[in-house]
């Protein structure tokens, strides 16, 4: 059985952090470029970030590009989101999610085709 367990959310004051860690099991870890969409309310789902794990080939969405590191622990199947410098604007459920296709997280289309999803975590930032 494939699961994306997803953790780490909470309410945060700006410029505060936080940690996000998405638990994989089910499929084989290096198949997949494995990341984080979010959802604000009111907004579509927009891809956050990605890792391919046999490679640490990364993606980062711009609004998050220098605040925003993700990594893997491969012997744990497991990635993490560090989250620092953390704005209102942060403020989503995050979604852990795995895909052969990378293109989901730079053109969000269809995302009822990403192969995996793991359940939202939500991540709240106080002004």
């Known amino acids: 059985e494939v699961q994306l367990q997803a953790s780490g959310g909470g309410l945060v004051q700006a410029g505060g952090s936080l940690r996000l860690s998405c638990a994989a099991s089910?499929?084989?870890?290096?198949?997949?470029?494995i990341g984080w969409f979010r959802q604000a309310p009111g907004k579509e789902r927009e891809g956050v970030s990605y890792?391919?794990?046999?490679?640490?080939?990364?993606y980062y969405i711009d609004s998050v590009k220098g605040r925003f590191t993700i990594s893997s622990d491969n012997a744990k199947n497991t990635v993490y989101l560090q989250m620092n410098s953390l704005k209102p604007e942060d403020t989503a459920v995050y979604y852990c999610?795995?895909?052969?296709?990378?293109?989901?997280?730079?053109?969000?289309?269809?995302?009822?085709?990403?192969?995996?999803w793991g359940q939202g975590t939500l991540v709240t930032v106080s002004s």
């Open positions: 999610a795995a895909d052969r296709v990378k293109n989901y997280w730079v053109s969000p289309y269809y995302l009822e085709y990403v192969d995996y």
């Open positions: 089910g499929f084989t870890f290096d198949d997949y470029y």
């Open positions: 890792i391919r794990t046999n490679t640490d080939s990364t």
